[in-house]
Nanobody
Framework: QVQLVESGGGLVQPGGSLRLSCGVSGSISGSSFSLYNMDWYRQAPGKQRELVATITRGGITNYPDSVKGRFTISRDNGKKMVYLQMNSLKPEDTAVYYC?????????WGQGTQVTVSS
């Protein structure tokens, strides 16, 4: 069993910042975790889930244009953690944010954390 738990969501004003965290536990060891590609997705009400950040097992990152320059994904393999630093937040960033792990044993999702950007 593999569990992903997101945290750090909340209510923030436009222009503000939040840092999301995703902890991985279960049958993925620390050394195995480093072999997983990690993603952050988000889903707004009435919309499809969309990819907002990727970090490969080699540390290569990728972002869609909608968040490029504002969001930064990072990972700490020793702690089995992935982070999403979100700056200059906009109301359209409001969504449930999900962490995903993709590796040789399968694909795993967290339960999500709500981010609301509103004044």
């Amino acid at each position: 069993q593999v569990q992903l738990v997101e945290s750090g969501g909340g209510l923030v004003q436009p222009g503000g910042s939040l840092r999301l965290s995703c902890g991985v536990s279960g049958s993925i060891s620390g050394s195995s975790f480093s072999l997983y590609n990690m993603d952050w997705y988000r889903q707004a009400p009435g919309k499809q889930r969309e990819l907002v950040a990727t970090i490969t097992r080699g540390g290569i990152t990728n972002y869609p244009d909608s968040v490029k320059g504002r969001f930064t994904i990072s990972r700490d393999n020793g702690k089995k953690m992935v982070y999403l630093q979100m700056n200059s937040l906009k109301p359209e960033d409001t969504a449930v944010y999900y962490c995903r792990a993709v590796g040789f044993t399968g694909t795993y999702w967290g339960q999500g954390t709500q981010v609301t950007v509103s004044s």
